[in-house]
């Protein structure tokens, strides 16, 4: 079997699927948030998530959010507003949440804040994010190649949703 290599864009978009990854209940039915169409979007989602944690977080964790908040707002400041490019640092931050959480999993609180250094426009993932962003609309060689059937509307479906 041949399947497409994936990109940056695929990571970006399966992390806006809105996956609940606290309830692995079949009850658990949470409408999917809309993706991000500003850093504005972003600054909220983050500023009421910061609100959360007071009252349900410890300090640390509360410190922890508030810092991936006022980098998203440091950011914006000169950041593009062009809606496609605020879903590259709602990725970003995503994936730091998640590599909190599973430090906190796995090493402890100690090493989970260790992540809150990483809130930098000199981060790896952050560039990577912002020098693949040039290329984010346009159609990769890999998913150019002849297909047939089923996989074909599926990329014509996925090219329709894009635009």
């Known amino acids: ?3 497409r ?4 864009k695929d990571e970006v978009a399966t992390t806006e699927s809105g996956v609940n990854m606290w309830d692995f209940s079949s009850k658990n039915s949470l409408p999917t948030p809309p993706q991000a169409s500003s850093l504005s979007d972003l600054i909220g989602a ?3 998530f910061h609100k959360f944690a007071k009252y349900f977080y ?5 410190r922890f959010i508030g810092a991936a908040r006022d980098f998203v707002i440091a950011y914006a400041d000169s950041a593009n507003p062009d809606p496609v490019m605020a879903r590259l640092p709602t990725h970003w931050i995503n994936c730091k949440l998640g590599k909190f959480r599973n430090r906190l999993i796995t090493e402890g609180l100690r090493a989970a ?3 809150q ?27 150019n190649h002849q297909r047939g059937g089923a996989a074909d509307s599926i990329v014509r479906s996925n090219r329709q949703q894009e635009s």
């Open 113 to 115: 804040l260790l992540v």
């Open 117 to 143: 250094k990483e809130f930098s426009r000199t981060d790896e993932q952050l560039i990577a994010l912002k020098e693949y962003y040039p290329s984010w609309q346009k159609p990769t060689a890999s998913v």
């Open 1 to 3: 079997m041949h399947f």
């Open 58 to 62: 410890n300090k640390d964790t509360k």
């Open 46 to 48: 983050l500023s009421s």
């Open 5 to 8: 290599r994936a990109v940056i």
